[in-house]
């Protein structure tokens, strides 16, 4: 995890605790569509803002089927010297076992600056001209593996449970400020970030 402690430091470490088991019991609702369960990721490198909060899930299909494609679009940012294309929002997961396609994550809809303040300034695959569907493809080692086990994590700011925050009451897993996916691919085995997001 990259950066340093913020909005977390006023906090004592009770508060912090009672934070986090918050947010590891209350699956944001971009996950309503999925059967989750509390992951462990420790040993995987995030970025992010370096807030202490973070939850992290597992993803599954209603039908108990843990194996995906995951389709998104990529953008070319022409502000890019290299143009290099981005894999960008929407996310969808393709189940492998009932082939169900569902919605993921979405930047427009997803996260703090959508919640909190009806507006997202990030790169969507539905706005950018140009941006292509496309599945995800394993690159460890030119694997191009299309299958994976999926993960996702949260990261939260700490000032979310202030009182100053009531119109956010019981809402506050939904307003997360970075999204990471992590897929584990099953031709190599390995476990790498597929995509993430700032979202505040």
């Not at 590891?24 to 999925?34: I, V």
Request: proline share 4%; net charge negative.
């Amino acid at each position: 995890m990259t950066g340093t402690l913020t909005s977390t430091s006023g906090l004592s470490l009770e508060e912090i605790e009672t934070q986090r088991n918050f947010y590891q019991s209350h699956a944001p609702g971009c996950l309503a569509e999925f059967k989750v369960r509390p992951a462990d990721l420790s040993g995987h490198r995030f970025d992010g803002h370096g807030e202490i909060l973070n939850s992290y899930w597992s993803v599954a299909c209603t039908c108990g089927s843990n194996g995906f494609k995951i389709h998104g679009y990529n953008a070319i940012n022409p502000d890019n010297p290299d143009a290099v294309p981005v894999f960008v929002s929407p996310i969808e997961l393709e189940f492998a076992e009932c082939g169900r396609v569902s919605l993921l994550f979405d930047t427009d809809s997803h996260g703090y600056d959508p919640v909190a303040c009806g507006d997202s300034f990030t790169i969507h695959g539905l706005r950018w001209k140009g941006a292509m569907r496309t599945k995800h493809l394993c690159n460890h080692n030119n694997c191009q593996g299309g299958s994976f086990s999926v993960f996702t994590r949260f990261e939260y700011p700490g000032d979310l449970f202030c009182d100053d925050r009531d119109d956010f009451r019981g809402r506050e897993m939904d307003l997360f400020t970075w999204f990471t996916l992590v897929g584990y691919c099953r031709a190599c085995r390995t476990r790498s970030t597929v995509v993430e997001f700032e979202c505040a």
